[in-house]
T-cell receptor
Framework: DTAVSQTPKYLVTQMGNDKSIKCEQNLGHDTMYWYKQDSKKFLKIMFSYNNKELIINETVPNRFSPKSPDKAHLNLHINSLELGDSAVYFC????????????FGDGTRLSIL | GESVGLHLPTLSVQEGDNSIINCAYSNSASDYFIWYKQESGKGPQFIIDIRSNMDKRQGQRVTVLLNKTVKHLSLQIAATQPGDSAVYFCAETYNFNKFYFGSGTKLNVKP
């Protein structure tokens, strides 16, 4: 069983569109994260939720909106996609707050045309 | 071989040699550190961690060294194998409140 699963794995879309990425974890963790990884492999934390409560909200355009319907799910909705949004987006989860060892999904590669 | 992991340098080592990957962390108050391994097309994977009250911790073929005086963390991989080829990240945490990932080092193992 996959511990942290993201869908879709690949997402190719046009500028201006709205898209969502879904994440689910079956580890029973209470904290989930979204990261953006650019072409130079730099990992940037975007959001973190602990028990459905937003605890990290880094400087991210408000076109990005996370939603956590329950502890096991953290989705990311992106409005009005821009070329600079092209990246790999990773979901992760951990037991305990920020900085505890995280389990990552395999990423969603977003390409904006 | 050794590298400093502040941008994305590549460390190339021969299979069977030992590898040393370095990381300079930013916050002198950081009290917990983790090394992650990211293989191509995959998400980062936890390798080993160390708390600030320790200088050294060993795992299977991996050792993490912490030098708080100079804010330096290193990951040593013994008898490097082709399966060790990946990008390695260090992460630091202060009081499980804030945490930061380093910018990664690519390890290339030559057969």
């Amino acid at each position: 069983d996959t511990a942290v699963s993201q869908t879709p794995k690949y997402l190719v879309t046009q500028m201006g569109n709205d898209k969502s990425i879904k994440c689910e974890q079956n580890l029973g963790h209470d904290t989930m994260y979204w990261y953006k990884q650019d072409s130079k492999k730099f990992l940037k934390i975007m959001f973190s939720y602990n028990n459905k409560e937003l605890i990290i909200n880094e400087t991210v355009p408000n076109r990005f909106s996370p939603k956590s319907p329950d502890k096991a799910h953290l989705n990311l909705h992106i409005n009005s996609l821009e070329l600079g949004d092209s990246a790999v987006y990773f979901c992760a989860s951990s037991q305990g707050r920020n900085g505890a060892p995280q389990h990552f999904g395999d990423g969603t590669r977003l390409s904006i045309l | 071989g050794e590298s400093v992991g502040l941008h994305l340098p590549t460390l190339s080592v021969q299979e069977g040699d030992n590898s040393i990957i370095n990381c300079a962390y930013s916050n002198s108050a950081s009290d917990y550190f983790i090394w992650y391994k990211q293989e191509s097309g995959k998400g980062p994977q936890f390798i080993i961690d160390i708390r600030s009250n320790m200088d050294k911790r060993q795992g299977q073929r991996v050792t993490v060294l912490l030098n708080k005086t100079v804010k330096h963390l290193s990951l040593q991989i013994a008898a490097t194998q082709p399966g060790d080829s990946a990008v390695y990240f260090c992460a630091e945490t202060y009081n499980f409140n804030k945490f930061y990932f380093g910018s990664g080092t690519k390890l290339n193992v030559k057969p």
